[in-house]
């Protein structure tokens, strides 16, 4: 897979993520397990950093070992296939502990190991 590939799944990584923190801005637990439209958004966007993650080349993740992106598919796969483990208070979670370091990581890691 061509360089220019997997800066465009990092790229978008990286829509989602900021899709993410700008659907759930200014948002408590308790608005957010209220709202199913954004947890519907913000599951999506979880779906798809882990399918971009899951398409990344072997050599681009293993040189950018710094950021999470196993995990992100590993997570992603949960959000698919175990879809009873799938509830507001998971994917807030998801957006509280996941989300800004993911991010921080991208932003510090692979774009400074380019």
Not at 30 to 40: G, L
Not at 59 to 78: D, G, I, P, Q
């Amino acid at each position: 897979m061509s360089n220019k590939v997997d800066e465009s799944l990092v790229a978008d990584i990286l829509e989602a993520i900021e899709k993410i923190l700008l659907y759930t801005a200014g948002m408590d637990r308790a608005a957010f397990m209220a709202s199913n439209i954004t947890v519907d958004a913000v599951s999506r966007n979880i779906i798809t950093i882990g399918e971009a993650a899951s398409k990344l080349s072997n050599h681009y993740v293993s040189t950018h070992a710094c950021v999470s992106f196993v995990e992100m598919k590993l997570l992603r796969n949960r959000f698919i296939h175990g879809y009873n483990w799938v509830s507001s208070s998971n994917v807030w979670q998801t957006v509280r502990e996941k989300i800004p370091i993911w991010e921080k990581q991208i932003n510090s890691c692979a774009h400074n190991n380019e």
